[in-house]
């Protein structure tokens, strides 16, 4: 009898261990799975937000170069704009002494005027080796600028020292449009444009200061 106690009571305990170990394994499984899941979700997210991130960062870098690309190609576009009118210019003007000489010569035949003459005791002299862009000048294109070359006019001083009768012999001798060198204001510009170069090459106070030091040693 008591030995049947003793078995009862041993079956009861594995039949009572059995499910506990069930349940400790399939809490273990579920906590690993959760911690699976959880951890790969996490990452998921961080792996989509670094992506987004990188993207927004070259979608950025796109914008960026092309607007870089656009302002560039505008200011091609008005160099070459600015470059027509020139040339276009130009074309008007060379139509325009074509025509002048012509009706000059047809007026009157075979007679020889004297060509006026620039007073460069006034407005000064320069040399090919002094001289300045005057393609700066409003009006002033290559061939204009060639035609006041062979002249003598090479600097914006030269220019700026201009009064009535100066443009009235300039527009003479290079069959110029009447007026236009007061249109575009010639002296004025020029005044200004020899005024920046003249501060431009004007030496600073410390140089002026070395130079003095220097004569005193």
Known sequence: MRLLLINSTFEAQDTISIPIA????????????????????????????????????????????????????????????????????????????????????LSKGTSVT??????????????????????????????????????????FEQISNFIEEDITTVTKLIKFFPDRIKNDHWVSKAQQLNFETSQQSRPSSSDDLKKKMTKIN
């Open 114 to 155: 004297p060509m006026p003459r620039i007073d460069f005791e006034r407005i000064g002299y320069a040399s090919s080796e002094a001289k300045d862009d005057l393609q700066k000048i409003t009006g002033i294109g290559p061939y204009t600028e060639t035609k006041l070359n062979d002249l003598g006019i090479f600097t």
């Open 22 to 105: 069930y349940v400790e394994a399939f809490v273990m499984m579920l906590g690993a799975f959760t911690i699976g899941y959880v951890g790969a979700t996490l990452y998921e997210r961080y792996k989509h937000k670094s992506t987004k991130s990188q993207n927004d960062s070259d979608i950025d870098l796109l914008k960026k170069e092309i607007q870089d690309l656009k302002e560039e190609s505008e200011l091609q576009h008005r160099k070459l704009n600015h470059r027509k009118d020139r040339m276009d210019q130009e074309y008007e003007q060379i139509n325009f002494q074509k025509r002048a000489f012509s009706e000059d010569v």
